[in-house]
């Protein structure tokens, strides 16, 4: 793991185009379908017939659980892609849980994902290297990009409705997989319609949304 100020940012090199094809897509919830009717109209996530397939069995853990759960699902589609096997979800998160990833607070809230301990986590457990970025701009972040690299980055769950204005930056999870001499490509796991998968913003429109911090994951083995 390594942490800011790193090497890497002090400068950018012209970006060139590079995408990962073929990245999968999970969402925080059962299926890409059910994400409106949940983020948009305050559906029961438990409605869902498959809102078990993620290893969770109580309802109450699940509705608490899976909107919190977006770097987790960014996780899980970077080692789905790297052949890199994983538990599900719910075991997961325990596993997150007993490393200091996720912090349950006295009135109830949690405060997390914690990068830190995430990283040395996952380099451990999965052999994922990990360097953590803050104050870093998003175009610094996507030129580190690389064959062997995704990043994920904090941003406004706002993002969903790019072209709408927004009121905050940070607090949600996406998983950049490409980028041009323009823009990004990435998965958002609680986006909905065509903001789901291999979303393609330009870099101002992204920076309105982004709190400039967050992690690029490099497969070691």
């Not at 790193?6 to 379908?33: C, E, K, M």
């Not at 892609?81 to 997150?96: C, K, Q, V």
């Not at 349950?104 to 052999?127: M, N, S, T």
Request: with cysteine; charged share 20%.
């Amino acid at each position: 793991m390594s942490s800011t100020p790193d090497p890497l940012a002090t400068s950018v090199a012209p970006l060139t185009l590079l995408r990962h094809i073929g990245v999968p897509y999970h969402t925080q919830w059962g299926s890409a379908d059910w994400v409106h009717r949940i983020v948009e109209d305050n559906a029961d996530p438990c409605d869902e017939i498959g809102w078990q397939q993620s290893g969770f069995t109580e309802p109450d853990q699940y509705r608490f659980w899976a909107k919190r759960l977006c770097g987790l699902t960014c996780l899980e589609s970077a080692l789905d892609y790297w052949g890199i096997g994983h538990p599900l979800r719910a075991a997961l998160l325990n596993d997150a849980l007993r490393h200091g990833v996720y912090r349950l607070r006295d009135d109830g809230g949690v405060d997390g994902l914690i990068y830190r301990p995430f990283a040395q986590w996952i380099e451990a457990a999965f052999g994922v290297r990990v360097i953590v970025l803050t104050e870093t701009p998003i175009e610094t972040i996507a030129a580190q990009l690389d064959r062997t690299s995704l990043a994920i980055v904090s941003v406004s769950p706002e993002i969903r409705h790019p072209w709408r204005n927004n009121a905050h930056r940070g607090g949600h999870l996406v998983l950049l997989h490409g980028r041009d001499p323009s823009g990004v490509w990435f998965h958002n796991p609680s986006g909905t319609g065509d903001q789901q998968a291999d979303v393609y913003l330009p870099y101002q429109q992204f920076t309105r949304f982004f709190a400039q911090r967050g992690m690029v994951l490099t497969r070691l083995t």
